[in-house]
């Protein structure tokens, strides 16, 4: 017998760190609609779980696997696929994305249906294959360093989002500045329509842009900058080969706003952009993950 149309597969494996779940999300991205992980390590360490509304090919998701954690230097995972009915895929989705509060935020997923705080600025947000639900350490600090910055008086007049996943830090800006003309880019187009998607649902259209970009290569980067505020939560790597360029971005007044950093990773990301002629002001880190804050020396 075939498959029932209204059957859904998840992809299910464990990892031993939660910093490898940035790893293997890349490699997810053409297979899942969304992924979870579990706070609580068992046994076999923290199962990740993707859902898929399409099966899955087995040998093309293990290459995958594969070949990415080689390059990562980290095991391979073992992963079993299972097939749910639609119902389960929704229900057990829905039960591992409840809202987040981070500062004075709220952070719910579309299906959230119960009442919004009136204390907090609520961002409604469909990650869809973007990173960046709130749920992430990374996020975390980029914003609260954002908070800090706004509490500490530092008024911006543009700003810009690089790698903005799922729109979270562009809209978050939006929230707290609504008067600052806003750029959005990521190099994925899935994450370019989910983020178009996220900042049209919050009403944030007005002061955000968003559009496809690897790093500063955009028109429309070379057109707005120098901008008074940079926020770039994607990984060590290429925070620190991009260094150069990003101190070009930066106003002669404005901050940089780093995350997606690993705690051990920091002083190589710190030295790279010290080279390029930033400063250090604020240093959080949030479990594992370090997020930074610059400015110009």
């Known amino acids: 017998m075939g498959d029932d149309p209204s059957d859904s597969w998840q992809i299910v494996f464990h990892i031993a760190e939660k910093d490898h779940l940035s790893i293997f999300e890349a490699i997810l991205d053409p297979f899942v609609d969304g992924i979870s992980m579990d706070e609580d390590a068992g046994a ?47 229900a ?24 919004l705080p009136t204390d907090k600025m609520p961002i409604a947000l469909d990650a869809g294959l973007a990173f960046g639900t709130g749920e992430h350490q990374t996020t975390e600090g980029c914003l609260r360093s954002l908070e800090g ?14 790698g903005c996943g799922s ?28 983020a178009l998607e996220n900042v049209e649902k919050n009403k944030c259209s007005h002061a955000v842009r968003v559009f496809e970009s690897d790093f500063y290569a955009a028109s429309e980067i070379a057109t707005a900058s120098p901008f008074d505020l940079v926020v770039a939560n994607i990984l060590a790597g290429p925070l620190i080969a991009a260094a150069p360029d990003t101190a070009k971005q930066v106003s002669s007044a404005g901050h940089l706003i780093l995350s997606g950093i690993l705690n051990e990773q920091a002083a190589g990301v710190i030295a790279a952009h010290k080279t390029a002629g930033l400063e250090v002001i604020d240093h959080l880190e949030i479990d594992e993950w370090t997020t930074l804050v610059l400015r110009m020396k």
């Open 92 to 115: 057990q989705y829905q039960a591992r994305t409840p809202p987040v509060t981070i500062g004075n935020f709220f952070i719910y997923p579309d299906h959230f249906d119960g009442d």
């Open 167 to 194: 729109a979270i830090l562009a809209i978050g800006i939006c929230k707290l500045l609504p008067d600052t003309e806003i750029l959005a880019c990521d190099n994925d187009p899935s994450a370019v329509e989910t």
């Open 44 to 90: 076999e360490g923290r199962q990740v779980t993707g859902f898929c509304s399409i099966k899955p090919d087995p040998s093309e998701l293990e290459l995958r696997l594969l070949v990415g954690a080689l390059a990562a230097g980290v095991a391979a995972p073992n992963i079993k696929i299972k097939k749910v009915a639609r119902v389960d895929w929704v």
């Open 149 to 162: 910055l706004v509490a500490g008086g530092f008024q911006v007049r543009n700003a810009i989002d690089v």
